[in-house]
């Protein structure tokens, strides 16, 4: 019998291979990833989500103990979850998973903020510095002494010298001046010479004098310093009544105001003055009650000119350009104002109806020129009108206006 023997092939098996997606992520490297997406720092963090630097490392390395409630561990998680546009409820779930923790409720220990005790670390065992929760972001705190700078204690020192200086020169100073000093004087003030208390006692300080004479010392009596301080009694007015009231008295009659002989003849001599001097005023046509009137003072333009009259105290009374036939009457000051014209030859003065000028040659400027009859009467002329076309046509339309 011929056997036959049965194989199998046997089947290869050929080994998965895993990717990145095979492997489990934890938490903190997701939120990592995510936080260096957003380009954020753990320091932006706690000032956007205003959540410890600490407490971000912690969640991030699935560390409850760097926590000091840990019943507010779900809300960090969640909160920081949310910032990273992740699932927050997966995010916890996670955290929960990886770190061991469970949540609290009611009056539990775990929901205690008491910090469990801190396990002692061996100091020459090797540390991880990625499951490690402190955070090294954070600079180390200096020491109270290194922020002393050997200049600065130099200069404090000099500083407290000098406000110790100052402070003993003021107190010696108001010691001085509140200190009071007696001079010995060789003559003895008047009061207390007059007043010696020990006026009366010479005859006791012998060494003869017996007990009886010192039993019967009498101290001298105040009366004098009593007399010198009362009061004095003022002097009281006598009050004399008169016999009538004043209205009855009449000055004409009683009196030296009583006219005599004399003062009679003088006051039928004044009637008489006065009333020749109302005849003479009543027999007058005319009386004048006004001072003569001051003679007028105009400028007038006879082309288009600008002007400035100023006021002796600085001050613009006019100041604008006058036209053809334009006129402005001068203001009568205590000073005489000023007049500055661009077109001399254009502005002639009237005086009572009189022109005289013009005020300069024309094209020139006029500056400084008082405005007064008296210095303008002498320093122009009577203007000529036939020499003066433009003047002609204004005084002609002048005297049609007044007609």
Request: hydrophobic share 45%; with cysteine; net charge negative.
């Amino acid at each position: 019998m011929i056997g036959k023997s049965f194989r199998r092939e046997k089947t290869l098996v050929e080994p998965e291979v895993k990717g990145f997606d095979s492997f489990d992520m934890k938490l903190g490297d997701a939120m990592r990833g995510e936080r260096a997406t957003l380009g954020k720092s753990l320091l932006d963090v706690q000032r956007e989500l205003k959540i410890k630097a600490s407490y971000i490392a912690a969640i991030e390395n699935a560390d409850p103990d760097a926590f000091d409630t840990p019943g507010f561990i779900a809300g960090y998680v969640r909160s920081y979850a949310r910032y990273l546009n992740m699932d927050p409820d997966r995010a916890f779930e996670q955290f929960c998973r990886e770190s061991g923790f469970s949540t609290a409720h009611g009056m539990s220990a775990a929901a205690s903020s008491r910090r469990p005790a801190k396990v002692a670390i061996d100091p020459n065992a090797p540390r991880d510095i990625f499951s490690s929760s402190q955070t090294p972001f954070i600079p180390a705190s200096e020491a109270f002494l290194s922020r002393i700078e050997p200049g600065a204690v130099g200069s404090v020192m000099v500083l407290v010298a000098l406000i110790c200086g100052l402070g003993y020169g003021g107190w010696t100073v108001l010691q001085e001046v509140q200190r009071v000093q007696f001079a010995p004087v060789e003559n003895a003030p008047i009061v207390v010479s007059d007043i010696d208390p020990l006026a009366g006692a010479a005859a006791a300080t012998d060494a003869d004098a017996s007990v009886e004479q010192v039993a019967t010392f009498q101290a001298p009596s105040t009366e004098e310093l009593d007399r010198l301080y009362r009061p004095q009694a003022l002097d009281v007015p006598v009050m004399v009544a008169r016999d009538a009231p004043i209205s009855t008295l009449n000055p004409a009659s009683v009196g030296t105001l009583a006219p005599t002989a004399d003062v009679e003849s003088a006051y039928e001599v004044a009637d008489l003055v006065a009333q020749s001097v109302a005849d003479s005023i009543a027999s007058q046509s005319e009386v004048q009650v006004l001072e003569t009137a001051v003679p007028g003072l105009q400028m007038v333009a006879v082309r288009p000119a600008w002007v400035r009259v100023r006021g002796a105290d600085g001050s613009v009374l006019f100041e604008g350009i006058m036209n053809a036939g334009d006129t402005y009457a001068v203001p009568m000051l205590e000073e005489a104002p000023t007049l500055r014209v661009g077109e001399s030859g254009a502005v002639y003065f009237a005086i009572n109806g009189t022109h005289y000028g013009p005020a300069g040659a024309t094209g020139t400027v006029t500056s400084n020129l008082p405005l007064s009859v008296d210095s303008l009467t002498q320093t122009y002329a009577v203007a000529d009108i036939t020499a003066d076309n433009d003047l002609a046509k204004v005084v002609n339309v002048a005297q049609a206006d007044t007609q």
